[in-house]
């Protein structure tokens, strides 16, 4: 990982403060800074519409430093005291102040707590969750409980433009972290795929598929072979299903929009594993290829340079 900080998004709940233990992790393992961060609401502007005749800036204070101190008292000691008291508190919807932040500080990953249940207001909702990775350009951590020092790292792979850059993340986040890597590869039926009919044989989609695992990503992963794995049938269930029979704590996703095969990325598939959380979720983002540079791994273009 890179030399920038680390953002972790916190609201006073449990998962948030998982999340903070996470954070902390990655950033002792990476040997950088980390920034605890938390949108609230306009407390001025709230203040103002009570017409209270105290102080605005006394009230604003007073509840700014409740707020501070309800998070801190959730975090405990899970993070160092001089990560806690630089604290970010800022008004604004979540989204857009994670996202203000990131820029301000060069962030390299964001790391928020799964299965929100919060006393102190709106910030990780479902909802949430999917607006953030959808507009987010840095990795996403969505922790689901406390993150082992050494984590079982399970990274789901399909055959697009996004694979390769998905499975160095993964790589590099497992040996970051001392952990085993566990590839899965997961083969939908193709009445299932709208892209198998543009295969020479539309029939032998799963041949296809083993074949260019095998020819083109297998390789690029420097885990033995009964660490890499193809199953069959439903992605969400198949990948769910394999992270529990591994034991996986993490599973690692990447999002490239909705476009070439995109059941194992963005969209349905890791809507559903950030909602379910059968592990942590970790999505790693990765930009769509120029139109005019032909895309890796397309079956057409495969055929045409063979």
């Keep these: 990982m890179s030399g ?17 233990s996470a954070g902390w992790l990655l950033a002792q393992a990476s040997g950088v800074g980390s920034r605890l961060v938390h949108a609230t609401r306009d407390v001025r502007s709230a203040l103002e519409m009570a017409g209270t005749g105290v102080s605005l800036e006394a009230l604003e204070l007073a509840m700014l430093a409740r707020v501070r101190n309800e998070l801190l008292t959730a975090i405990g000691n899970r993070v160092p005291p001089n ?35 919060s006393s102190l ?11 953030i990775v959808r507009r987010l350009n840095i990795p996403l951590l969505v922790t689901a409980g406390e993150l082992r020092s050494r984590p079982r790292v399970m990274v789901a792979v399909d055959i697009s433009f996004a694979a390769r850059p998905t499975i160095e ?25 709208p892209e198998a009919m543009f295969l020479p044989d539309p029939l032998d989609y799963a ?17 033995p072979d009964h660490h890499k794995v193809i199953r069959r049938g439903d992605a969400v269930k198949t990948i769910a299903e ?8 993490v599973i690692v996703v990447g ?39 032909p895309a890796p791994l397309r079956p057409r273009k495969a055929v045409a340079l063979a």
């Design 121 to 131: 207001g709106r910030w990780l909702g479902g909802s949430t969750v999917q607006h």
């Design 242 to 249: 394999e992270a529990m029979s591994w034991r996986a704590d």
């Design 169 to 193: 993340r993964a790589t590099a986040f497992a040996q970051l972290l001392g952990g085993p890597l566990h590839a899965l590869h997961v083969i939908e039926p193709a009445v299932t795929v």
């Design 83 to 117: 990560v806690a008291e630089q604290l970010i508190i800022r008004p604004g919807r979540t989204a857009a102040v994670l996202e203000d932040i990131i820029a301000e500080i060069d962030a390299q990953i964001l790391v928020l707590g799964g299965k929100h249940h």
């Design 4 to 20: 920038q900080p680390i953002i972790i998004g916190v609201d006073g709940s449990p998962e948030s403060g998982a999340a903070a």
């Design 207 to 223: 041949g296809w598929s083993r074949e260019r695992m095998e020819r083109d990503l297998w390789p690029l992963l420097p885990i």
């Design 255 to 293: 999002s490239h929009g909705k476009r070439w095969i995109d059941r194992l990325l963005i969209g349905s598939v890791t809507e559903e594993l950030l909602n379910d959380l059968p592990a942590a979720v970790l999505v790693i983002p990765v930009p769509a290829p120029s139109r005019r540079e």
